[in-house]
């Protein structure tokens, strides 16, 4: 019998932007690949590794017909990688793979082969210039409801905010879509105060890179567009030297400067509430 070769399909993330900010593993697996497929700003950041290599670029709102492109191309026998900015598992394409994969009826073990490469994804990089905003717990919220009914993002900005979770939108704002920042805003005004620090950080490791520091009354005075995530500070959240960053909780059971345990607490123990 004549079996076909089995083809690869790497879903790569590439991180923020910078080259120094994408992994060895991702690297590699750009550089294996026979193709290459990406939103047309993804394969700009990579360009310098490219060479000869056969690209696609699509633009934004052809995602279904990229992923199932990749894993066409690769079920011939290629590799392939499909790049995403950040993690590609995060708001990016590694789950409209899976997505279409689940239609074709592909079965593990099929071909093409699947790997992924996890990339820093723009929380965690916005928060590296900002200091350490996700000390504590945090989550993120994509304000885009291109493919999400508004309705459901606001109960989720409700309930993270009445959690007092540091929270991080991506997607905040676009040309055409402004509203959902500023009710974003509203919501969680009822739960914080409108000192709570909020960080906007533009094209993280990029060209155009720029950050605000603002606070919950003041940041919608910035500009917010589609290369910025908003970092929205939690009530323990707090500015310090130009930085902000969320504590943990050491002084609930330490002396920080003395390095000794607080009268009432015990190390490797639940924090013991009634000496708070
Ligand atoms: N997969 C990407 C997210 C894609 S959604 C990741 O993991 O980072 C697109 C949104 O991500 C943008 O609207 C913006 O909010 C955020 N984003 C992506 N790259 C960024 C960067 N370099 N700096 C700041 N925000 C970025």
Redesign the pocket.
Known sequence: MNEQKKGKLNIV?IG??HEDYITPASLRAIQEAELVIGYTTYIKLVQHLLNDKQIIRTGMTEEIKRAQIAIEEAKQGKIVSII?????G???MASLVFQVLEEIGWKKGDNPEIHIYP?I??IN??ASLIGAPLGHDFCSI?LSDLLTPWPIIKKRIELAAQADFVIGF???ASGRRQRQIVEAKEIISKYRPGSTPVAL??????KREHIVLSDLDHFLDYEIG????VIVGSTNTRFFEGYIYTPRGYTNKYNILEGTVKEGQKPGFSLNLESL
């Open positions: 993330g923020p932007g995403s900015s950040g993690d590609a995060v708001y990016g990339g994804t723009a990089a916005c994509s991506y997607n905040p950080v533009k094209s993280a490791y990029r589609m290369l910025t995530t």
